[in-house]
C-alpha cells in the first residue's frame, strides 16, 4: 500500500541520523506532504486516504528521531533547532518535485511550527503553493510564568540532555487511543500515552522557533490554519478531552496564524481534539471539507486555471 524511502542525514550531536519517506500514490501531479507532530510519527491511513481519493499522491515524513525513523542511540524527538530537520523536509521535497508540478504541505503541531519556518526560508523558490496547518505549535500551553521560565533555558542547562521534571498527563493518550477511551490504533511504542520526556535543550529550541514566528514570517504561499473551537488543560481523562485540544490553547494558535505570512486563512472546528483529523467522525468531515474547499480556491485554481477538478 506504501512505499517507503529511508533518507540518510548528516550525522547530528548523537550520531547516525536518518528520516524516512513514506509514499502512496494516486498517479497524479499533484502531491501533499505530511509533517508529524511530537510525540508522533505518521499512521492516520484516512488522511492519505483522503488525499489519494482525490487524485493526489500523498507523502508523510517520520523526522529524525521519530516513528520509523528512530535509531537505538537516540533520544526520542531531541534537537537543539528545529532547522534540524531542513535537511530532510529539503530532500523529501526534491524527491517529490523531481515528477510534481505542486506541493501543499500538510503539518500537524510541532510540524505545523517546523513547516512554517521551512516555508519562510524558501520563500520565493516556487518548491511549494500551500501550507496546511493542523493545531500549529504557535506557542506554550502554561501559565505565563512557566513560559517567562522557558525563555529563560539560555544557559549550560539549555544543551543538557537531562528530561524536565515536568510530570505526565495522559489524557490526550487516552482519548486517542482504542484501548483507553480513542478510536485509533497505532504503535505505543512510537507514540506512547504519556508521551515523550521534554529536554531543556528541546524546548529551548522551540522557544526560539516560537519566538521568530512572533516576530513575522513572510511565506510566500496561501496558509490554512485550523484550529479547535475549545481547549482544556487537564492531566487525566475526562470525556470532554474527546472534544477539545488538550494539548494547545486554541487561542495563541488563532492569534498568532497571521504571523505566518500576509495570505492566511484561519478555522477553528468545534469539538475537534488537537489532532484535527483524529477527531470524532462528523468532526472530522468537517475537517478534510475545509480543507478541500480551501485548496480549491486558493492553491489548485491558482496554479493552474481550469484544472481545479482535474489533478
Not at 279 to 285: F, N
Request: neutral net charge; charged residues 20%.
Amino acid at each position: 500500500m506504501y512505499d517507503t524511502t529511508v533518507l540518510t542525514m548528516p550525522p547530528d550531536f548523537e550520531g547516525d541520523v536518518v528520516a524516512t519517506l513514506i509514499s502512496r500514490r494516486a498517479g497524479s501531479r499533484r502531491a501533499v506532504l505530511y509533517l508529524h507532530g511530537f510525540t508522533d510519527y505518521f499512521f492516520q491511513d484516512h488522511l492519505a486516504d483522503h488525499y489519494v481519493g482525490r487524485g493526489v499522491d500523498f507523502f508523510a515524513l517520520d523526522l529524525r528521531k521519530y516513528g520509523r525513523s528512530l535509531l537505538p542511540h537516540q533520544t526520542r524527538g531531541l534537537v537543539r533547532s528545529v532547522t534540524e530537520y531542513f535537511p530532510e523536509i529539503d530532500e523529501a521535497v526534491r524527491v517529490i518535485r523531481q515528477d510534481h508540478d505542486e506541493l501543499t504541505i500538510n503539518a500537524h503541531s510541532t510540524g505545523g511550527l517546523v513547516a512554517s519556518l521551512w516555508a519562510d526560508r524558501v520563500r520565493g523558490r516556487g518548491l511549494v503553493q500551500g501550507l496546511v496547518l493542523n493545531s500549529p505549535f504557535f506557542d506554550l500551553n502554561v501559565p505565563a510564568p512557566l513560559r517567562l521560565a522557558a525563555d529563560l533555558l539560555r544557559t549550560p542547562l539549555s544543551y543538557s540532555s537531562r528530561a524536565l521534571p515536568l510530570g505526565v498527563s495522559v489524557a490526550y493518550g487516552q482519548s486517542l487511543h482504542r484501548t483507553e477511551q480513542g478510536e485509533w490504533d497505532y504503535d505505543l511504542e512510537l507514540k506512547p500515552l504519556g508521551g515523550f520526556s521534554v529536554h531543556a535543550t528541546w524546548l529551548a529550541a522551540i522557544r526560539r522557533a516560537q519566538r521568530r514566528l512572533h516576530a513575522g514570517l513572510a511565506v510566500d504561499v496561501p496558509v490554512l490554519v485550523l484550529a479547535s473551537a475549545t481547549g482544556l488543560r487537564i492531566r487525566d481523562f475526562v470525556p470532554e478531552a474527546r472534544s477539545a485540544d488538550t494539548v494547545l490553547d486554541p487561542r495563541h494558535i488563532a492569534r498568532w496564524a497571521t504571523s505566518v505570512g500576509p495570505h492566511v486563512t484561519c478555522v477553528r472546528i468545534p469539538d475537534g481534539m488537537h489532532d484535527l483529523v483524529l477527531s470524532a467522525e462528523p468532526v472530522r468531515k468537517q475537517v478534510f471539507a475545509e480543507i478541500d474547499r480551501w485548496l480549491t480556491a486558493f492553491v489548485y485554481q491558482d496554479h493552474h486555471q481550469g484544472k481545479a477538478n482535474n489533478p
